[in-house]
């Protein structure tokens, strides 16, 4: 029997493996792995920004039309008198991290953005109601984690929780045993640690000084003892 007659080597055909995949317009077929999107991680941004109206609709109306996925954000003013600052919670691809701070420098009330650290300050706020049927178990619960009873009746009982987003977990956790009726969360905010800026560039305020002393290096107590020797003089 000639070669032809007999075929390739090795396996029939049914016995062979086939790729899987979708292929490009030119026929080619793409491998999954390299198709395939990249993994997403969570990043806190701060943005520090002017204090004025609008400035949530344009941050929102940018999420909106990028399509990114923000968990959280918080705002508030800083020790710059018509500055705020807005703390982010993100969850994307790195290729969007990226993008998310380019789009929010470009926006007209930004000043500064960046990406906190994880050993960064980081707490959150969140308040718990649960059903008031076991106070006492509910009060050993709330000592457990630092926490505050704001408001106790006969079904419902209040109590305020402070921590890292893990620590707030855990304490809720807890609390489902009592049964949780509702619940409200701030959303992390966070402050660099040491005397690393939280966005660059940041300078701190120009009234940051030692309490009671005054710009020029005197002290609250010098000027009212000069201004008593004045008068007596």
Same mark, same amino acid.
């Given at each position: ?13 049914? &016995? ?7 292929r ?8 999954? !792995? ?21 400035? $949530?609709?344009? %941050? ?21 008198e ?5 703390t982010? $919670? ?13 789009? $929010?420098?470009k926006? @007209?009330?930004?000043?500064?953005? #960046? ?11 969140? $308040?718990? @109601?649960v059903?008031?049927? !076991?106070?006492d @178990? ?44 509702? %619940? ?18 940041? @300078? ?8 009671? %002393?005054?710009?020029?290096? #005197? ?6 003892? &000069? ?7």
């Amino acid at each position: 029997m000639s070669q032809n007659e007999q075929g390739l080597e090795g396996p029939p055909p049914e &016995e062979r493996p086939h790729p899987d995949g979708r292929r490009n317009s030119q026929g080619i077929r793409i491998d999954p !792995e390299v198709e395939a999107e990249p993994d997403s991680r969570t990043a806190m941004i701060s943005a520090l920004v002017e204090h004025e109206p609008g400035v $949530l609709a344009r %941050v929102a109306g940018l999420f909106s039309r990028r399509q990114f996925n923000i968990e959280s954000l918080t705002v508030g003013p800083t020790t710059v008198e018509g500055n705020a600052r807005l703390t982010l $919670l993100v969850e994307e691809t790195e290729p969007g991290i990226d993008q998310i701070k380019k789009q $929010l420098a470009k926006l @007209k009330p930004v000043i500064s953005v #960046g990406e906190l650290e994880e050993r960064a300050v980081r707490s959150e706020l969140v $308040l718990l @109601k649960v059903n008031g049927d !076991e106070p006492d @178990k509910v009060q050993a619960i709330t000592e457990m984690y630092d926490g505050e009873t704001l408001d106790a009746g006969p079904r419902t009982i209040t109590v305020q929780l402070t921590g890292s987003d893990d620590e707030i977990a855990d304490a809720m956790d807890a609390y489902r045993q009592f049964g949780i009726i509702e %619940v409200a969360r701030t959303g992390p905010t966070a402050l660099s640690r040491g005397d690393r800026p939280t966005t660059p560039g940041e @300078k701190p305020a120009a009234e940051a000084t030692a309490v009671g %002393v005054e710009p020029d290096g #005197g002290s609250e107590q010098d000027g009212e003892a &000069e201004s008593q020797a004045e008068t007596t003089n």
